[in-house]
């Protein structure tokens, strides 16, 4: 018997890419809404995690917070939708995963709040500049289709959503190898049923605001 997984989720959040996620590995789930404020930072939900943020799962007794450690597990998890990478893939797959994780976030979220980081700080800073950042991964999606070469993998659910939403909110430029990429991912089933699910549950939830 498969284990329960249960996903808690506020639909305006990146808990999105973890819906994403989840309805590309095809898995039964449960959602929980957490709501923003005293619940999510309650000891009910820190109990499951003390960060107080969402999105998490708990998998039969296994907890996993953190958007990219999540996409990591389901991946690995549920196996026969074959996102994982191969063995020549790995090193794209871990690479690219991580840097959307680290420099990546880091590199957009300090520009989008306006941070002080100036040039002499870019050898201390992870990502360096947000310049450096943004033309390492477009020199990647320049010269691949997906973050492992052809084929799409569970890195994509998440270094995808990060340039699309990046893309969406203006915190990431434009360009023609982004929007290529964007187009190629968002055309899947499975990421036009979880953007419904979301678009339908805030919908639902301003019409009882
Ligand atoms: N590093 C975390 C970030 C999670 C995060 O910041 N979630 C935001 C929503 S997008 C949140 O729960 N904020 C509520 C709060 O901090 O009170 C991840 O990748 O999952």
Not at 11 to 38: H, N
Not at 131 to 139: K, N, Y
Not at 164 to 186: C, H, N, Q, S
Request: charged share 25%; glycine share 8%; proline share 4%.
């Amino acid at each position: 018997m498969s284990k329960p997984l249960t996903f808690y989720t506020n639909p305006m959040s990146r808990g999105q890419i973890v819906r994403w996620a989840l309805e590309e590995t095809g898995a039964k789930y449960e959602t929980v809404i957490v709501e923003f404020g005293s619940e999510m930072k309650g000891p009910d939900y820190l109990a499951i995690n003390p960060m107080g943020k969402v999105p998490s799962i708990v998998h039969g007794d296994q907890v996993i917070t953190e958007c990219a450690a999540i996409c990591a597990y389901l991946g690995e998890a549920f196996p026969e939708n074959g996102l994982l990478p191969t063995a020549t893939e790995r090193s794209a797959y871990f690479r690219w995963m991580f840097f959307a994780a680290g420099p990546l976030e880091q590199a957009v979220i300090s520009r989008a709040l306006k941070l002080d980081v100036t040039a002499d700080k870019a050898q201390t800073l992870g990502f360096g500049t947000y310049e450096d950042t943004i033309d390492t991964l477009e020199g990647h999606f320049v010269k691949n289709a997906h973050v492992c070469g052809d084929r799409f993998t569970m890195a994509d659910v998440y270094v995808g959503s990060h340039i699309e939403w990046g893309m969406g909110f203006d915190t990431l430029p434009k360009r023609t190898a982004f929007e290529d990429y964007v187009g190629r991912i968002a055309s899947r089933e499975a990421h036009k049923r979880a953007r419904a699910i979301d678009q339908a549950l805030i919908a639902e939830r301003e019409a009882a605001s």
